[in-house]
Structure formats: C-alpha cells, structure tokens
C-alpha cells in the first residue's frame, strides 16, 4: 500500500487535475517562467552584439590595432631545402643544383621588370616612402615601390638562369620579413647585410659579392603598410654570391642585418636579425 500512496503522490505531482498544475506549478506560473527566460536572452543577444559591433567599429581592415612583434625581424634565405637551413650539392650532378635554380626562378618571378612597372611606382630612392591618411580619409590602397630582378645583377637569374650553381659560384637571396610601420634605419642610412662565415669556418668562405651594392635594403622600401592595404607590396632583396669558397667541406655562414636602430639578437629571440646555414659544394662524385 506504501508503494500505491507514492506512486500516487508520484503522478499528482507531475499532474494534479484539482488544482491544474503542471509539476507543482499552473500553465501561467510556466507561461511567466518561460517568459521571463525568453527576455533575459534576448536581452543578453543584445548586448553580445552591441558589444561586438562597437569593438568593430574601432578596427582598421588595413591596419592591425594592436601588434606584439619583436624589435628586430627575422631573416630568411631562398633557395631553401624543406625547412633545414642547409644548402648541399654536386657541381657535377646537375639533378642536385637545378632544384635550387628551379626554386629561385619560382621565387623571382614576382620580380620580373615588366611585372613590377606594371604594378608598382618608380619611386626615389633613399627616402621613406610615407603614404599617410589625411585624416579619416583612408589613404588605400597604397602604392608599393618597383624592386626589379635585375638589380640583383649577376644572381638576378637573367644572365645566367642557373645563378652560378653550376660553376660552384652559388647565389643566395636574403630577406627580412614583413613588419607594419617598420623604419629601418635613422638619418637617412638604410640597412645592409653582411654574411660571413662561423669562427671555425673563417678561412674557408673566400670572397663574396652583394647585390645591390653593400646589400642594401633601400628605405624607398618601407614602411610597409600591411597586405590588405598595400597589396601589390615586393619586399626588397639582398642577394649573396660566393665567388671562391672552398669545396668538398662544409662551411657554415652567418648573415645580419646591420642598421642604427635596429639591435641583434634579443634577449626573446637570439636569432632576431640574422641567419645561419650550412653551404657545401662537392666536386667529386
């Protein structure tokens, strides 16, 4: 009988036909509950996308609002095998140096001179390129300046498609990456590279010819205003080539970036401004 009194109690309790509730409460009490719930999202709808569409209102598609980067850039190197920093081959294997022209002829290609005068502005040279809003008028997109292959000369891959693998004379392109607002260099001196080898490879990388002349990275170049609002942007190069370094031996090489205000090696990142790789021609099969 126990067990009839709660099963009893059991289904009063889901419905209770004297008083017309439902779970212990009438269809206005629920009617009320479910409104009150209903306003209370809304109303908390509402405010998310209040909120959101006043934090959009104060970013800039061209512009990030806020950038956490290093003082210095990092530097890259092309050709460049998969991700390791090393570049090997036999002057007599023609297969083990013609990826390395192949890969730099890909990366090149942007640079090519009819490409660049017809998307980018003849500018002068030795100063910043500044291109400021006048206001809230947005000054986009912006205009980019003309870097054309053949500045690079004798590792531009004009002269000589195969940028001197094939006579142990390889060439190598440096580049610094891509930093919004970056001026590199005060008072009018722009920033250059300079490579040379490890303390225990000193006397092993012989002589060495830059291009542009001193490798410069010209400040016509910068500052960079970002890939939405500069969107026919080429990076200037650096390229490197190593005229007598010595074969059959690995030679490890170090390049920086020299300029006055930019510092090497951050205490966050050592590597900050500078490149190392391992360069090794074999002469013998």
């Known amino acids: 009988m126990a067990k009839d009194g709660d099963q009893g109690d059991w289904k009063e309790y889901i419905w209770n036909p004297r008083t017309r509730e439902f779970m212990g409460r009438t269809a206005s009490s629920w009617g009320l509950i479910f409104l009150f719930y209903l306003l209370f999202y809304i109303f908390l709808a509402g405010m998310f996308t ?7 209102q104060t970013l800039d598609d061209h512009k990030p609002t806020w950038q956490d980067r290093l003082t210095t850039p990092g530097m890259v190197i092309r050709p460049k095998a998969d991700e390791s920093f090393e570049i090997v081959y036999n002057i007599q294997k023609t297969e083990s140096w013609d990826m390395y022209a192949q890969a730099l002829d890909n990366f090149l290609s942007p640079y090519n001179n009819s490409i660049q005068t017809q998307k980018n502005d003849e500018c002068t040279p030795d100063r910043y390129f500044v291109q400021d809003d006048s206001g809230d008028v947005k000054n986009n997109p912006k205009r980019s300046c003309q870097f054309n292959r053949t500045i690079l000369e004798d590792c531009s891959g004009v002269g000589d498609r195969y940028y001197g693998y094939q006579d142990g004379q390889p060439c190598i392109i440096i580049k610094l990456n891509r930093v919004i607002g970056m001026l590199p260099g005060k008072d009018g001196q722009a920033p250059y590279v300079t490579c040379g080898a490890k303390k225990e490879d000193s006397d092993k990388i ?3 010819l830059y291009f542009p002349p001193n490798g410069t990275f010209n400040l016509m170049y910068y500052p960079y205003y970002g890939k939405k609002a500069q969107v026919n942007y080429s990076q200037p190069l650096v390229a490197v080539k190593f005229l007598n370094i010595t074969v059959n031996q690995d030679v490890n090489i170090e390049c920086k970036i020299n300029a006055n205000n930019i510092p ?7 590597f900050a401004g500078r490149v190392s790789f391992r360069l090794r021609i074999n002469t013998v099969n």
């Open 206 to 208: 012989g002589e060495m």
């Open 50 to 56: 209040l909120t959101m569409y006043v934090m959009l």
């Open 264 to 270: 090497i090696g951050v205490e966050r990142d050592k």
